[in-house]
């Protein structure tokens, strides 16, 4: 049932995951409304209320994260005074797409993850595709697939990748 969600979520009818989006952020805004005596609180430290923020908001903010489009509209929704949630879906997405190249290849989420469909698309600019950011995210790393699945086959390597990857557009932020 959770590998059919899944794939679900990585193709939907506009070649993305818009509606996941808005459905999630109104369930984070819901979340954090909920807790609002907690917020008002003068009992609880600033850094328990960030706890709190954080095991209860943000993780039903970043739920299914790993398999979202980050397209500007995106990303400025997903803007917080916290890490940002930029870097935070691309480390989750990885970890994700890392489990499932360790999975055998005959897993319907891998060859979902790894096929690349054939015929034309319509007139006009292309959707912002999960499988094309993370090609580009493998150009920036000098990747291909085949190394991506080396890679994600040593999982130390994994991490390192990941953490590598959410390094490099950090500082490549500040420039």
């Known amino acids: 049932y959770k590998n059919i969600l899944d794939i679900i979520n ?19 805004k819901a979340a954090f409304l909920q807790l609002r005596k907690i917020w ?12 709190i923020l954080n095991i209860n908001v943000k993780a ?4 299914g994260a790993e398999i ?10 997903e803007r917080t ?16 797409i890392g489990h499932k190249l360790r999975k055998s290849s005959n897993c319907i989420t891998r060859q979902v993850l790894t096929w690349n469909p054939k015929g034309k698309r319509k007139r006009g600019r292309p959707k912002n595709t999960l499988r094309w950011k993370i090609e580009s995210d493998m ?37």
Do not use: H, P
Not at 10 to 28: H, L, P, R, S
């Open 40 to 51: 008002n609180s003068k009992q609880l430290s600033t850094n328990i209320k960030i706890r």
């Open 60 to 63: 039903v903010l970043l739920y």
């Open 10 to 28: 990585i193709i939907d009818e506009q070649g993305g995951t818009n509606a996941n989006v808005k459905t999630t952020v109104g369930k984070a």
């Open 139 to 175: 150009k920036r790393m000098n990747n291909n697939w085949k190394e991506l699945e080396m890679s994600a086959a040593d999982r130390v390597g994994c991490r390192m990748l990941v953490s590598g990857l959410c390094s490099f557009t950090r500082s490549n932020r500040l420039k």
């Open 81 to 96: 005074n916290q890490l940002s949630s930029e870097e935070e879906i691309r480390k989750r997405r990885w970890k994700w």
């Open 68 to 77: 979202w489009r980050t397209s500007t509209t995106i990303i400025k929704k």
